[in-house]
């Protein structure tokens, strides 16, 4: 079974530029999550959606940060303008979620996207 | 006050010792509790999940969890060179899509 795939990998931008990363669920997941990981610090969610729905943004910096889902598969997680405190690493994550009591909580995660602003 | 805090590390421990990893969470209504690995550079994989109170074991590993106090904790037995990472309570909040909120990690070395 295929992972959740993630891209790019590596991205260097200066500030007040934009940048977008996409994530691709592991199949059939209903729930897919943005995290976003500092250096030294635990991820932290920005948002987490039920197909295509949003369930949680409420720490999404809306100003710059905006995201979606497509079709409730395919994810991409924009940032525009960025800033020098954006640098960290984008980790996207699924899991099965729904009802019916098969979802543990799990969560499968991505290699995640690393991001630097100059 | 955090949603979910880690003692503070890092935590350095002997070969073979017993390593302690420990997390308190503010949230009474929570229902899941998990606890993830990461190595440097690597995304988090997660090693249990314990939902009631009392202790869980899978190998080396035992979580503990106690909903009064509202901790929950880690033990390794035998600790390896290899399990030298950072190590993530998580804890998912009580609704059905409640979110599931980490700590800020605990680096564990084990030396040999």
């Known amino acids: 079974e295929a992972g959740v795939a993630q891209s790019p990998r590596y991205k260097i931008i200066e500030k007040r530029q934009s940048v977008a990363f996409w994530c691709n669920p592991i199949s059939g997941h209903a729930t897919l999550y943005w995290y976003q990981q500092i250096l030294g610090q635990g991820p932290k969610l920005l948002i987490q959606f039920q197909n295509n729905g949003v369930v949680d943004d409420s720490q999404l910096p809306k100003d710059r940060f905006s995201a979606e889902r497509l079709k409730g598969v395919d994810s991409t997680l924009k940032i525009q303008p960025a800033k020098l405190e954006d640098s960290a690493v984008y980790l996207c994550?699924?899991?099965?979620?729904?009802?019916?009591?098969?979802?543990?909580?799990?969560?499968?995660f991505g290699e995640g996207s690393r991001l630097t602003v100059l | 006050q955090k949603e979910v805090e880690q003692n503070s590390g890092p935590l350095s421990v002997p070969e073979g010792a017993i390593a302690s990893l420990n997390c308190t969470y503010s949230d009474r209504g929570s229902q899941s509790f998990f606890w993830y690995r990461q190595y440097s550079g690597k995304s988090p994989e997660l090693i249990m999940f314990?939902?009631?109170?009392g202790d869980k074991e899978d190998g080396r590993f035992t979580a503990q969890l106690n909903k009064a106090s509202q901790y929950v904790s880690l033990l390794i037995r035998d600790s390896q060179p290899s399990d030298s990472a950072t190590y993530l309570c998580a804890v998912k909040g009580g609704t059905s899509y409640g979110k599931l909120t980490f700590g800020q990690g605990t680096i564990l070395t084990v030396h040999p």
């Open positions: 314990i939902y009631s109170n």
């Open positions: 994550a699924s899991s099965p979620g729904g009802s019916g009591g098969l979802d543990t909580g799990e969560l499968f």
